[in-house]
């Protein structure tokens, strides 16, 4: 029960029993403090109406009956042990009580319970010797022991101001936690209106700097992040539909004007121009498809990879559309999926041939701990304010759409994922040719 309590309730719970027990603890420490103050000056007042029936023994004026309105009750006992004189509340009664006096002091006293004479209470008994010449005398002076709680005004006193502490306490508690709870309610409720369709909104942040206000802005940059993602998931299917529709439109042509003239159609042209639309499609449908992989965060399968033979194998097993110069420093080892690499590095190849103007140069090598591996075409090169944006899903410059439209759009933005989930970078930079595209990834056993 008590973790379904709102954090409001648990601290004032909390606050009202650390308040319960220090007002317990304050409480206790007066009625000790005080009762052993009033039970010291009780026992002095009792001496001093024994002195006082001592000096009536001493002058042989002791009346039957004391009267002492200041304690509860007074006994003189000669020394054969016979009550002599009594205090109106003792007539009748028996000896208050049998102790005496050690011999190196005059007077002693001690708590009695449940004597004879005051069966039903606790009492202070002082014993007072006074010498005369028949022997030793004794004088019993008495009166009820202070209680535990003194009197009931200190007592009530005391539990009234607890009460009134402890209420305070959860009041004040219940208020403060309330208002410094209430940016949290708030952030609640803006946050439990934000839908997928509308993430504009943002979560109002406190003025004051502290853990709250840390949570607002947090969950504000949140809501910036999921906004972008929602808003480059939605460009993305807008793209992806429309360059699916592409090709499906171009073969549905083909087909309707040769289907409209089935005579005249050159159908072997049609044909390759419904294949050439196929591989269109196809190697969209496979971008998607690894897009899907990587961001799905499939772990991939490290192994050791040798970039310069990698390097060697992807440009030996490709048809050659442009000349290829080759600079593969041997022994340049990263740890990493062969098989997503070689995609990173076919990418930048199919990128580099597209638009270079007649060739291309690869390179591998090591720098700063990391191993490089570059791809430069001579074609026209990135300008520096588009050197991020081509990595972007779907995008292509309009260069790139002028001289090949054969690309997905993806290729580059695939390849920088796959570096990344590699620990590495792909980025674009300066060059003399044309577009130079570098990837550095960490040396085995070493940080990139």
């Not at 027990?21 to 001496?47: D, N, P, Q």
């Not at 003189?76 to 509340?89: D, F, L, Y």
């Not at 992806?240 to 089935?262: F, G, V």
Request: proline share 4%; net charge neutral; with cysteine.
């Amino acid at each position: 029960m008590w973790h379904s309590w709102s954090v409001r309730a648990r601290l004032t719970v909390i606050a009202s029993i650390v308040m319960v027990l220090l007002c317990t603890a304050a409480t206790v420490f007066v009625l000790v403090a005080v009762r052993g103050t009033a039970e010291k000056y009780k026992t002095e007042e009792i001496v001093a109406s024994a002195v006082r029936v001592s000096y009536l023994v001493r002058r042989e004026r002791l009346p039957p009956v004391i009267l002492d309105e200041d304690i509860s009750g007074v006994q003189v006992v000669n020394p054969r042990g016979q009550i002599v004189s009594t205090s109106s509340e003792l007539v009748g009664r028996p000896r208050i009580a049998a102790f005496r006096p050690n011999e190196a002091s005059a007077q002693d006293h001690k708590v009695l319970c449940r004597s004879s004479a005051f069966p039903e209470r606790c009492m202070i008994v002082v014993a007072l010797r006074v010498p005369q010449p028949d022997g030793q005398w004794l004088v019993y002076a008495t009166d009820a022991q202070v209680p535990w709680y003194v009197n009931r005004q200190l007592f009530s006193a005391l539990i009234g101001s607890s009460l009134l502490l402890i209420l305070l306490t959860a009041f004040g508690t219940y208020q403060t936690v309330g208002k410094a709870l209430a940016p949290v309610d708030a952030i609640a409720d803006k946050l439990a209106v934000i839908t997928t369709t509308d993430l504009g909104q943002r979560v109002p942040v406190p003025k004051f700097d502290d853990e709250i206000r840390r949570l607002a802005e947090t969950a504000n940059q949140t809501l910036d992040r999921a906004e972008l993602a929602v808003e480059q998931q939605r460009r993305f299917a807008s793209d992806a539909s429309h360059d699916l529709r592409s090709p499906l439109t171009a073969m549905r042509t083909e087909i309707e004007e040769a289907l409209l003239h089935p005579e005249a159609a050159d159908w072997p042209k049609t044909g390759d121009a419904l294949l050439e639309s196929l591989d269109r499609l196809q190697a969209l449908v496979t971008d998607l498809l690894q897009i899907a992989r990587l961001d799905a965060g499939a772990a991939p399968k490290l192994v050791a990879v040798d970039l310069a033979d990698l390097a060697a194998c992807e440009l030996d097993r490709r048809q050659r559309k442009v000349d290829v110069v080759r600079e593969l420093d041997p022994g340049v080892l990263v740890t990493g999926d062969r098989l997503r690499l070689a995609r990173l590095l076919n990418n930048l190849l199919d990128n580099g041939e597209r638009h270079a103007t007649s060739m291309m140069i690869v390179k591998v090598y090591r720098v700063d701990g990391c191993g490089a591996l570059e791809v430069v075409d001579d074609g026209a090169g990135i300008r520096a304010s588009q050197r991020e944006v081509v990595f972007e899903r779907f995008t292509r410059l309009d260069a790139a759409r002028n001289k090949d439209a054969g690309g997905t759009g993806l290729g580059l933005s695939i390849a920088r994922q796959i570096a990344e989930s590699h620990g590495g970078t792909l980025t674009i930079e300066d060059s003399t040719l044309g577009a130079r595209f570098v990837l550095r990834l960490p040396i085995t056993h070493s940080e990139c």
